[in-house]
């Protein structure tokens, strides 16, 4: 059995409110008086992962000291942007923008050493709840977990293979593009687009995970300890969703620091000029050639 579907990052909203820059720029201000926007090299995704808690399917039958639970994480490393490597190999493709690097399955609890004769049969008991690869139904089905270019999701068909494209909305004029259009852009809070980050993932277990702990069975002993392993108190299994990210928003300060500074220089050098005795003409009433150059 699998589970697949997409979910969103608010990646402008974590760097708005959770960046270093952010507590000490008011971000919006800065796009708006000087265009400026922080890269995604400066404030990139690290790791993205997929967990969820499960209820062992002998739970009800092993001793209270063996754990009841079990949790598998799926996890998604990401590529760190170029910018960050220090010795950088010139036939290396230059990222600075989000790339999925590789996928590592995790399993923390379950059946332990004292319940399983060997390391193999401990990491067969535990792959049931999550399925690197199996085959269903003649086809190879493996978990996975990545990031995919989004703009609109299209019907739930093609929701996970075409979703680079817009959907036809536009075609069929659901999207007033005339109102964006003549939208006074003095009164956006962001400029230049607003940052979603898109994640699919497929996730194969055993069918028997899936029955006796996604719907709720006849058994209130297994409903109650599924109901506990959930902070929404759901008697079903849910996922978790983790998102870390690199902070390195301080070189945009140390950028946009050295570019107020340049300017502010050039500007006192202008004003020095201007400012001097001789730079004016009062009888042809303008600027010396001197101070144009």
């Not at 059995?1 to 971000?27: C, P, W």
């Not at 006849?218 to 300890?225: A, I, P, V």
């Amino acid at each position: 059995m699998y589970n697949h579907g997409t979910f969103l990052f608010d990646y402008e909203k974590a760097l708005r409110t959770q960046s270093m820059i952010a507590h000490v720029f008011d971000l919006e201000k800065l796009q708006k008086l000087f265009r400026i926007n922080i890269p995604y090299e400066n404030f990139f995704v690290t790791k993205v992962e997929l967990s969820r808690n499960e209820l062992r399917l002998d739970a009800t039958d092993i001793a209270s000291f063996h754990d009841k639970f079990l949790r598998t994480k799926l996890e998604l490393s990401m590529v760190t942007p170029s910018v960050m490597h220090t010795d950088p190999a010139p036939e290396l493709e230059y990222v600075d923008y989000p790339k999925n690097s590789i996928n590592k399955f995790k399993y923390l609890g379950g059946k332990d050493s004292g319940e399983a004769g060997s390391e193999a049969e401990i990491y067969a008991e535990r792959s049931k709840y999550l399925r690197p690869t199996w085959t269903i139904g003649g086809a190879n089905r493996i978990s996975s977990l990545r990031f995919v270019n989004w703009d609109l999701a299209r019907t739930q068909g093609t929701r996970l293979t075409d979703v680079n494209n817009l959907d036809d909305v536009v075609e069929n004029q659901k999207l007033d593009f005339e109102f964006l259009e003549g939208t006074d852009r003095r009164y956006l809070r962001v400029y230049d687009g607003y940052r979603l980050m898109c994640f699919s993932f497929f996730d194969v277990m055993d069918d028997d995970v899936a029955y006796y702990n996604t719907i709720e069975v006849d058994d209130e002993e297994r409903s109650s300890l599924i109901e506990a392993s959930n902070n929404l108190g759901e008697r079903k299994t849910c996922y978790s969703i983790t998102v870390e990210v690199e902070d390195q928003t301080q070189l945009a300060y140390d950028n946009f620091v050295s570019y107020i500074v340049g300017a502010y220089n050039s500007f006192s050098e202008y004003y020095g000029y201007a400012n001097d005795i001789c730079s004016f003409n009062n009888i042809t009433n303008e600027f010396n050639q001197s101070i144009l150059y």
